[in-house]
């Protein structure tokens, strides 16, 4: 008798999830990679390079691939401009927002054909979406300006850069051909590569933004969430058009709080148009030293005078003036002013993305102090 097989169904072969697996060795990857760069990057090792906006110099990246190269922070790219005599920058547009601290000089913005006045010590911010160009309005004096974008709009799916306008004179890079418009004027350029660079504003992309702007409907009592979003999106408009776009540094007092002087130049509670950034300036007095604390917000120093150190999670770190010192998520920081004789000060730039989605707060550890 013929024995029958009885063919039965293979089991579907096991495809195991390595999503988890994968991140966790990832982050403990870039946690490595963290872990060895500078807190404090020094002046002299960050050159100078002039492109369409102005003499300028990168601290820390804005683009994905210069993600933990420079400097131990993610949420805040670091840049410095210099705009000599008379000069006037670039113009341009980009979705991320900017926060400038005037370092030297005066001049004005133009935003959106509006003019803002800005001098020594204040912060300017050019908001999400906002045609801005710098003008150094002193023909003898330059202006410096430190400054930081959000590289984390780079990963929202709508980030652009439309250059309108080329800095006081501006050419193409020496290896690329230029790109002539109807009326010969150049209008972009074919890099060595023979990759096209274009000028000007995308009317395609102003329009999608744009949009969101200009289509909104007034509504008194909204019946339901959806109308509920809707009035949000009305007042979110009225805001950011009402908001200054310089906060003036003589307009905002000093204020002796557990962590030391403190001038808070950008808040939440404070009335200008960003989101991504809190800003102050901070004093130590001779000899003295701040509070210590510690939060999850990333934190960036230009040191303006002095020399000091600072001690993060026990460990020393030197800095003097024009260097740029770095706060890592969740690191334990205290201040030191290292010079009897003078005070030291600097600006800090402090990330506000983690209070967005719930890591905010402050522990704080010990009160600043006159003498170490
Ligand atoms: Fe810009
Ligand atoms: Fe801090």
């Known amino acids: 008798m013929e024995r029958i097989v009885e063919k039965r169904r293979e089991p579907e072969p096991v495809q195991f999830d390595r999503n988890i697996e994968a991140h966790q060795i990832h982050r ?3 946690a490595q990679q963290a872990a060895a760069l500078p807190h404090v990057l020094k002046s002299f090792d960050v050159p100078w390079t002039m492109g369409m906006m102005a003499f300028h110099r990168q601290w820390i990246g804005s683009s994905p691939s210069d993600r933990l190269k420079q400097g131990p922070i993610c949420t805040m790219a670091i840049m410095e401009q210099i705009l000599e005599p008379g000069m006037k920058g670039g113009r341009h547009r980009h979705v991320r ?10 001049g ?29 309005s002193n023909p003898r004096q330059k202006a410096r300006m430190w400054y930081s974008i959000s590289p984390i709009v780079e990963f929202m799916g709508i980030h652009w850069t439309e250059q309108i306008e ?30 096209e660079f274009r000028m000007g504003v995308n009317l395609a992309i102003q329009q999608r933004i ?20 809707m009035k949000l999106l009305e007042e979110e408009v009225a805001w950011r058009q009402s908001v200054p776009h ?24 404070r009335n200008c148009g960003l989101k991504a950034y809190d800003a102050f300036l901070q004093e130590l007095p001779p000899g003295g030293c701040s509070g210590k604390h510690r939060h ?41 002013n290292s010079d009897p004789q003078h005070a030291t000060t600097f600006v800090a730039f402090q990330s506000r993305w983690y209070a967005f989605i719930g890591h905010g707060g402050v522990e704080h550890l010990e009160d600043a102090r006159d003498r170490q």
């Open 108 to 136: 004005y913005e133009i935003h959106d054909g509006k003019r803002w006045e800005w001098s020594a010590g204040d912060i300017m911010t050019v908001p999400s979406y906002c045609d801005h160009q710098h003008f150094n």
């Open 210 to 229: 744009n949009s969101r702007l200009e289509n909104v409907i007034h509504i008194d009592n909204p019946r339901d969430t959806y109308e509920e979003d």
């Open 296 to 336: 999850a917000a990333e934190e960036v120093h230009k040191i303006l005078q002095g020399k000091g150190y600072d001690v993060h999670d026990g460990k020393r770190y030197d800095w003097e003036a024009e260097d740029v010192v770095c706060i890592p998520p969740y690191v334990t920081h205290q201040h030191f």
């Open 166 to 195: 080329m800095r006081s004179g501006y050419s193409i890079p020496p290896d690329s051909e230029p790109i002539y418009g109807p009326d010969q004027a150049v209008i972009g350029y074919r890099n060595a590569n023979g990759e």
């Open 246 to 269: 310089v906060v003036r540094n003589a307009e905002v007092p000093w204020e002796n709080t557990r962590m030391g002087r403190r001038k808070f130049l950008v808040t939440r509670q």
């Open 97 to 106: 927002e900017a926060m400038f601290y005037v370092i030297e000089g005066e």
């Open 28 to 30: 403990a990857r870039e």
